[in-house]
């Protein structure tokens, strides 16, 4: 383990990418990311990396192609309209099943929005984003530590079922400074792999990296056994948090930064007598469905809280399943939730019963 260091949310992606075995980074500026493409400008060349500033979003997402195809470990890292523009080359990369790591610091929209944080590219990131029939694992840290951890356990992920996997956190935690820990232990690749086109020096038969199938039967097949490794990631890979949901008669759902700020409004609601709990994914694809089944059995209502109008709140509605009232409260355009807003709606569904 390292000592303890103070570092903003973007940066230590970036650090903890390069203990991870990172040493190929493809990427555009801009904010609130930026942080995060400049820290592995000046530290990549350190550790005998490749930094590289394309031209644009879509010409870096292809150079992570390429590189993903050669089996190392690489990554690029982006914020909303940045991350729609690389969403063909996502969607390839996808198709060609191959794993790399992809950043969305989020910023509100629709368009260009604003720079303020947001949880509003919940859709693009939980459904795939592009065309065709993929999916992404996607993991949402709530805290810098978290983010340093998530970063290694994407890599691993990533190479362990040949598939991308995005780190999704709003601005907030993108800019924020906290101290955090960096695990020596964890990183540095799975070693050589055997899919990969690094050439056969004449000892095997040729790969080919490839998402272009022009017989249906042959891309039907394809896509269907894909779908039974993502049917293997969803019962292996789910993770959340519960905060004082033991009891809880009012689930609150959030992640990020909003499940941060509602743990305070928790806290606050506990000591004026109101049971009320935390669901927090932390994977948001696989989503957490049988922990919310499961609340939803002695549960009253569920309060859905994002900085969107309204994204998440379908995944909680589809796992309650209608046992119970889900209810929704947002913030978007860069509000950001206080806790006594929460607080309020929270009492509102309640009804004043304690």
């Avoid at 903890?16 to 990172?22: H, S, T, V, W």
Wanted: proline share 5%; aromatic share 8%; with cysteine.
């Amino acid at each position: 383990m390292s000592d303890k260091v103070l570092m903003k949310g973007n940066e230590a992606i970036a650090e903890a990418a390069m203990r991870a075995g990172c040493r190929h980074f493809f990427g555009y500026p801009i904010t609130p990311q930026t942080e995060l493409a400049a820290y592995m400008a000046k530290k990549m060349p350190k550790v005998g990396g490749l930094f590289l500033q394309a031209e644009s979003e879509v010409a870096a997402i292809n150079m992570v192609y390429g590189a993903a195809g050669a089996g190392v470990r690489v990554m690029t890292s982006s914020s909303s309209p940045g991350i729609s523009l690389k969403q063909e080359g996502i969607s390839y990369i996808a198709g060609a099943d191959l794993p790399c790591l992809i950043v969305n610091i989020v910023r509100g929209g629709p368009g260009l929005g604003g720079i303020q944080p947001a949880q509003s590219d919940y859709f693009q990131a939980t459904r795939g984003g592009g065309h065709g029939d993929y999916r992404l694992i996607v993991l949402a840290p709530s805290s810098v530590q978290e983010m340093v951890d998530l970063t290694y356990l994407a890599f691993d992920l990533g190479d362990k079922y040949r598939m991308p996997v995005m780190i999704i956190g709003d601005g907030m935690l993108g800019q924020m400074m906290e101290p955090v820990v960096f695990d020596d232990t964890k990183g540095g690749g799975t070693g050589e792999k055997a899919w990969a086109t690094t050439g056969t020096r004449m000892a095997r038969k040729r790969n080919i990296i490839n998402s272009l199938y022009i017989t249906p039967e042959e891309l039907e097949k394809l896509v269907w056994e894909r779908e039974k490794k993502y049917d293997t990631v969803r019962a292996a890979e789910v993770r959340f948090e519960q905060y004082a949901a033991g009891d809880a008669e009012y689930i609150i759902a959030a992640y990020g930064t909003t499940a941060r700020i509602a743990k305070n409004a928790i806290d606050t609601l506990r000591r004026e007598g109101y049971k009320v709990g935390l669901i927090r994914p932390i994977t948001l694809w696989p989503f957490p469905n049988e922990a919310f089944s499961r609340a939803a059995k002695t549960a009253k209502a569920f309060l859905t809280v994002e900085m969107s109008t309204g994204q998440m709140v379908e995944d909680v509605r589809l796992s309650v399943d209608g046992k119970v009232p889900v209810h929704f409260y947002g913030r978007t355009g860069g509000m950001v939730p206080s806790p006594a807003e929460i607080i309020e709606k929270i009492k509102s569904i309640a009804g004043g019963d304690k």
